[in-house]
């Protein structure tokens, strides 16, 4: 069966500090995985996909199919990185996505 | 282009009730979902379609019904409220097929039944 799981449901790390959000994944298929934010009264948007091999907002992931994870990086925090982050698995031959638990990330200052 | 709509934004049921969400996409997109969003269960999907006159059951589809008469509209329809089905409402939407393709969220209806 699909899954993916985010073991962390929040995660607070000081401004400047590295930063990981972890995601393992279970499928039989080829994976294609996503990480979504939410930030404050903003909706659910993309941040980057695997396939494309990206930076933004100086968020990495790279996925391991060894390990079967996708986990979020980025080596200084920001306060603006403050929201919520959810890994997501597509599923199929379709567009339909399945999430994980979400994890609310606080940078303090 | 205004993406994604949902109305209502917010809405109080009655157990037994029954009412429609609304979703509305104005990019031409061919795939469109539902989704719920529980605290510490991360969204899941309800129905999907992959165009018009096309849906089919997600994860978590009993109590929900849907239609997709035309490429934009995919309403969600709860047939008789329950308790349960207090939650935060998403609809998305994108491009269709088989490719990597960004989903477009709307900004929610937050459902509480009483």
């Keep these: ?57 100086g968020f990495t992931a790279d996925l391991n199919k060894g390990e079967t994870s996708f986990h979020l990086k980025k080596p200084f925090a920001q306060e603006e990185d403050s929201a919520m982050y959810y890994c997501a698995l597509r599923v199929g031959g379709a567009q339909k996505l399945v999430f994980g638990q979400g994890t609310r990330l606080t940078i303090n200052p | 282009n205004a993406g994604v709509t949902q109305t209502p934004k917010f809405q109080v049921l009655k157990t037994g009730q029954s009412m429609t969400l609304q979703c509305a996409q104005d990019m031409n997109h061919e795939y469109m979902s539902w989704y719920r969003q529980d605290p510490g269960m991360g969204l899941r999907l309800i129905h999907y ?51 990597s393709y960004e989903q477009y969220f709307g900004p929610g209806t937050r459902l509480t039944v009483t």
């Design chain 1, 1 to 57: 069966a699909q899954r993916v799981t985010q073991p962390e449901k929040l995660l607070s790390v000081f401004k400047g500090a590295p930063v990981e959000l972890k995601c393992n994944y279970s499928y039989s298929g080829s994976p294609e995985l996503f990480w979504y934010v939410q930030y404050s009264r903003q909706r659910l948007q993309l941040l980057l996909r695997h396939i494309s091999r990206e930076s933004i907002k």
């Design chain 2, 49 to 99: 379609s992959v165009g018009a006159g096309i849906t089919d059951q997600g994860e978590v589809p009993n109590g929900y019904n849907v239609s997709r008469s035309t490429t934009e509209d995919f309403p969600l329809r709860l047939l008789s409220a329950a308790p349960s089905q207090t939650s935060v409402y998403f609809c998305a939407s994108s491009l269709g097929g088989t490719g």
